[in-house]
């Protein structure tokens, strides 16, 4: 099944920026829906478990999608509102975020948010009775859902926390970050990658940066470049086993 079929499966939209969240809702919402426990005849109780399986497949297919994609950045310091709901939308390109951290006027502040809750409404698929996701000041990705080389959840963190891990002489600020290895590593490399791109997921630079890391303990991982509008961990990977 092709990513396009597994999105008419699911009911979801064309255009809508794929995110775990939205897949698993939408496959809940189906699921239920035709549910084979929904039907008393045995024949459409039958159709029912062939279509379950059709909605796994298409589910296993979309979530493949969106492990291929990069993971969204936390907002960096001074970002406006508006700027940090498209990110916590999981739509990173939904926002001229430089424009705002630019000119932070405070007519623009509205406009923006504005500009991001319909979007955010497109993407999630409102009519489909999918609810858009809250702001949040903390989105954590298992490690399954990062796919880094080195198995690793990964914490992005909207609400300054790490702030006085960043250096001064970032001038648009820091993204806050931390990382979380399944297993222990003498030395491990993060990967960060940058780019002024919103929509696409090949990254213009990459820098990357080591630490020693124990398993399940966080890793705090901030970092910034004001070259670059965007930036993210592309890959975490462990070059030395623990001792």
């Not at 990069?70 to 430089?98: D, H, M, N, W, Y």
């Not at 820091?174 to 997921?201: H, I, K, N, Y």
């Not at 080591?210 to 990977?237: K, L, R």
Request: proline fraction near 6%; glycine fraction near 6%; hydrophobic fraction near 40%.
């Amino acid at each position: 099944m092709d990513p396009n079929s597994a999105r008419q499966v699911l009911r979801i939209l064309p255009e809508a920026p794929l995110t775990v969240e939205l897949v698993e809702r939408a496959y809940a919402g189906e699921s239920w829906a035709r549910h084979p426990s929904r039907y008393q005849d045995a024949a459409e109780r039958s159709r029912a478990a062939e279509w379950a399986l059709t909605l796994a497949i298409a589910r296993d297919v979309l979530l493949r999608e969106v492990r291929a994609t990069p993971l969204p950045a936390p907002a960096r310091k001074g970002l406006s509102t508006g700027a940090i709901i498209g990110i916590a939308a999981g739509a990173v390109a939904v926002l001229a975020l430089v424009v705002v951290a630019i000119f932070g006027a405070a007519s623009l502040v509205t406009q923006f948010t504005s500009t991001a809750e319909e979007a955010i409404e497109s993407a999630t698929g409102g009519s489909n009775g999918i609810e858009a996701p809250e702001l949040v000041d903390v989105e954590r990705y298992e490690s399954s859902e990062t796919s880094f080389t080195f198995p690793a959840a990964l914490e992005l963190y909207n609400d300054g926390r790490l702030e006085a891990e960043c250096p001064s002489d970032y001038l648009e600020g820091c993204w806050q970050s931390a990382v979380f290895p399944d297993e222990s590593c003498g030395t491990m490399r993060v990967e960060l990658a940058f780019s002024d791109s919103p929509t696409d997921p090949q990254p213009e630079h990459v820098e990357s940066v080591e630490y020693s890391a124990q398993a399940g303990e966080a890793v705090d991982v901030v970092f910034g470049n004001d070259a670059y509008d965007y930036g993210w961990i592309n890959d975490v990977t462990c070059d030395e086993a623990a001792s």
